[in-house]
């Protein structure tokens, strides 16, 4: 009888330690067969299914975070490798449709998509539906669970993807690089917990959120309601004239557009809450360390930005104050776990019986296909989603506000929410507001604030 080495047990990073803890079970939360995050993309050029399954198999197999599973509940918390197992790939002819009209039925297969659920159970945690127009034209959504990635793993996965495809059909292309494994991405946390660079982080992360709570804004429903809970998607884009704006502006202010989408954001949840020290919870990328670029896992943190708005008049001193919060914030950036232990009522509000968190995040990636041909594909990422859906991916608690800056300059945005605490009213008000302090605060950023 042959025995099987024991498992190896890897630690799990300050992301998984942090998602353990708003666990709700198998039906929602974290550890959901919902929280998962789907990119798509347009293909065209003639697909070969059966390769395309070869090439997400070599992938899968090539990210050890795909195949991990996390140990849940009380006791040690620890992860393991499975063994690498085909990725799931379902392929879909998509109804007729005029070359004019397909970009809108790709937005509707990515909603479909997205409203799915996706067990965590099955590994690997990459999974894939294409849709087929003909023989031509397709689109790829690519699923994996937020506990083995992030918005910029995607953007790994995709590369990934089809560069083995292009190989496997007999192309030339750049030799991948080699990713280092997520579990050693874990391990390296653990051994910077206590540096010298960790311990100045902590000591201004205490300082600077002395006092401090983590800014919640009134919900339209109380926790104690009872609501069933699912998680609409408001989608919108910001007007061509104001997203130029944001870039150009950004320039001018030696900022980032990151930094002038808070500014606005911030002036809209002082408005809201009469708050004028705003501690707002953003989501970042967390891929401070250049050795891990290339690999796939979920590396974003939350961060507690806290911005002084008292006594600001203008746009421009908004902005000027929120990027010395993000240059100061980011510079010493840990992860929130330690953040938090510096600051224990920073969460006192984040489950008050009215209140909720509405975080912040904005994608703008290193990497990225957009237009490119690799082989004989030719690939674009489906960026312009304007469709609301009425359920989409889990959001564990709250609301976020996500941003999509387009390699064009074009910004779409999509209010994920939940939907047991707000409405949809509220939510489009929310946007309308803050798309018109962003219009009005770029087109006169010295004129004051109302």
């Known amino acids: ?221 109380a926790r104690s309601a009872g609501l069933a809970k699912v998680c609409p998607v408001h989608r919108f884009s910001l007007p061509k004239d104001v997203s130029a704006r944001v870039i150009s502006y950004a320039k001018a202010m030696r900022s980032s557009p990151f930094m002038v989408l808070l500014a606005a954001y911030n002036v809209l949840l002082g408005r809201i809450t009469g708050a004028g020290d705003l501690v707002i919870p953003v989501i970042s990328s967390g891929r401070g360390q250049p050795e891990f670029q290339e690999t796939v896992g979920p590396f974003f943190n939350f961060l507690p930005l806290r911005t002084d708005l008292a006594g600001c008049a203008t746009f421009r001193e908004a902005v000027e104050r929120s990027r010395r919060t993000c240059m100061d914030s980011y510079a010493a950036e840990i992860p929130f776990l330690q953040i938090v232990a510096e600051a224990p009522e920073l969460m006192a509000d984040a489950a008050l019986e009215s209140k909720a968190l509405c975080a912040l995040q904005v994608w703008q990636f290193a990497t990225g296909l957009d237009g490119e041909r690799v082989g004989d594909l030719e690939i674009a990422e489906v960026r312009e989603r304007l469709l609301d859906q009425p359920n989409g991916t889990d959001i564990p608690d709250g609301a976020l506000l996500t941003f999509d800056i387009a390699p064009s300059g074009e910004i779409f945005g999509n209010f994920a929410y939940n939907s047991n605490l707000f409405l949809e009213s509220s939510i489009a008000t929310m946007v309308a507001d803050f798309s018109e302090i962003l219009r009005a605060g770029l087109a006169a950023p010295d004129s004051p604030l109302e």
Request: charged share 25%; hydrophobic share 40%.
């Open 1 to 221: 009888m042959t025995i099987s080495p024991p498992a190896i047990r890897y630690p799990l990073s300050y992301t998984q330690h942090f998602l353990r803890l708003f666990d709700q079970g198998d039906a929602q939360g974290p550890f959901s067969a919902r929280y998962n995050i789907v990119v798509g993309w347009r293909l065209r050029g003639r697909i070969d299914v059966d390769t395309l399954q070869l090439a997400m198999d070599d992938v899968a197999d090539r990210h050890d975070a795909l195949n991990m599973t996390i140990t849940r509940g009380e006791g040690e918390a620890y992860q393991v490798r499975q063994p690498s197992e085909p990725a799931r790939l379902l392929v879909v002819d998509l109804p007729a449709a005029a070359p004019e009209e397909r970009a809108l039925r790709a937005e509707e297969l990515l909603t479909e998509v997205e409203a799915g659920s996706y067990s965590l159970q099955e590994l690997p945690h990459l999974r894939a539906i294409l849709g087929r127009f003909d023989d031509e034209d397709a689109v790829l959504a690519l699923i994996v669970h937020h506990t083995a990635g992030d918005g910029w793993s995607m953007q790994l996965l995709i590369r990934d993807i089809v560069t083995r495809y292009a190989e496997r059909r007999g192309h030339t292309v750049p030799p991948l690089p080699q990713p280092r494994p997520y579990h050693e991405y874990a391990s390296w946390q653990q051994e910077a917990a206590s540096s010298a660079e960790t311990e100045a982080a902590r000591d201004f992360w205490r300082e600077r959120l002395g006092g401090a709570r983590m800014l919640a804004v009134p919900t339209d429903h």
